[in-house]
């Protein structure tokens, strides 16, 4: 029991799972316990998750939320790494710092000028999502890429590579483990941005669009239901492109494992 | 003595200065030259040797080409500079690239070498052989214990087809058992090729000395700042170069003692 309060002490896994488990059945005891009649029990959100996860209209939702985030991701990796590997050439540095802080603007204020740029809604939102979710990536890519570690290169040198060769090899194939990490961590970036994107044009539904209509009519129980349903989604989006990792480089396991020892 | 002929120069190193804010390295001036022992194909064996942070790594990375030097020269046979690429380089802490596996490295390396086309597989199965490795092919270098890895490091760069191998503290970080297989595979590599040239850049005076035929010690003078090699001393005019057992030995003690004093 002490270990649980000393500072880098390590649990074994059932310890740590009974913690865990103690911990939400506390949390559910508390909020059952302040809950009154504007904040819905644990109780009421479960049995409305329930009937949600049942409904067409949350199906269909979730699905149209889904397909654009998939999509924006696909499309926002596919432009990260265009600008991250070109980082390395000094004429596009540049380019991608800029992207880099562009993490710093809003979407608010530019929904009018893509409005002006895309055909519709659907284009709309994917822009949107794809303007914001980019910056972020660019980011932690260029991270991967500055703190390679030096050896890297001079190993590529000592084999006598040229820089296009040091590129593919050190950049190109040594980092393809880290696009797996960098879509998992900012899966939860795309996540939150597509019920602010889908409030903003709802002419086609989604979560986003769902969450505001239960928002408008204060429907807090189905707020609540629907966010429980996010957040699961977004878990097993992480589990998922974790494993996704591991599986397609074995290495990023091993690496994950020396971490942890 | 060893009966044996010194004969070309294989590398020279000339009037080479390294600064930063202050003088790092200092008229640096030695060669190794070629070895010919008669019925044999011998390699050489120097070592650099110099206490911590008297600027070792620095003048490794002048010698691999990895950094250039600020006044002065490297060159290598055929007097042509030495540039990153020319050297075998085996660092420190035997570094491979962690996202391929042992066989992919090795490939990497056997491809740069022209003289393995279309014989590459074939003689990665042969070091594999012979440095007891078969086994270890389709690892990650994260599976490798620290011997593997540098057998894998030394294979990766014998078949990269470069006549020096430059180490840097190869004996740093083994235990004894280990230590002992080292210094034996370094002497097969050695023995590997008329001009291999194996240059040892270590602290370690002993397990260095016991398997070099030539040790230049880096330190610094009074007054003077920057290291530069203060002494040179031939162990095959000692009779103490490719001796086994030489570590016991009375002349061996007296040449540690003598090269301590020099630090």
Known sequence: MKKLIQPFATINRQTFMIMVAAQVVITLLFWHGLSDGLIPKPGKVAGAFITLLGTKLFIDNMLVSLLLTLKAMLYSILITLLFAYLSVLPFFKSVALFIVKCRYLTLTGLIFIFTLLTKDGSELKLSLLVFGIVPFF???????????????????????????????EIIIIGKADQVFEILRQNFAISWLMITMVEGLSMSEGGIGTLLIKYNKYNDLTNVLALQLAIFIIGLCFDYLLGNLRHWLFPYSKLKTANAKS | MTECIKAEVVLQATNVYLTYDRPILRDINFCIRNIIRPGLLQGQVVSLIGRSGIGKTQLFKLLSGLQAPTAGQITILDNKPVKAGDMGVIFQNYY????????????????????????????????????QMTGHLNLYPQQLSGGQRQRVSIMQQLLKGSDFILLDEPFSGLDICMLDKAVELLLQVSLSDELKTLIIVSHDIENSVAISDTVFILGNE?????????????????????????????????TIEEIKGCL
Not at chain 2, 104 to 130: F, H, P, R, V
Not at chain 2, 227 to 252: G, S, V
């Open chain 2, 96 to 131: 491979l690239f962690e996202w391929r596996t042992v066989y992919q490295s090795l490939m990497l390396a056997a491809k740069k070498n022209k003289k393995l086309a279309g014989k590459e597989k074939q003689t990665i199965d042969q070091y594999a052989d012979q440095f």
């Open chain 1, 138 to 168: 660019v980011t932690s890519f260029l991270s991967v890429i500055v703190n390679s570690n030096p050896q890297e290169y001079e190993l590529c040198k000592t084999l006598g590579y040229n820089n296009w060769q040091t590129l593919y």
């Open chain 2, 222 to 254: 009074p007054g003077i700042l920057g290291a530069t090699i203060k002494k040179e001393i031939d162990l095959i005019e000692r009779d103490l170069a490719w001796k086994k057992d030489i570590k016991h030995e009375k002349r061996f003690l007296e």
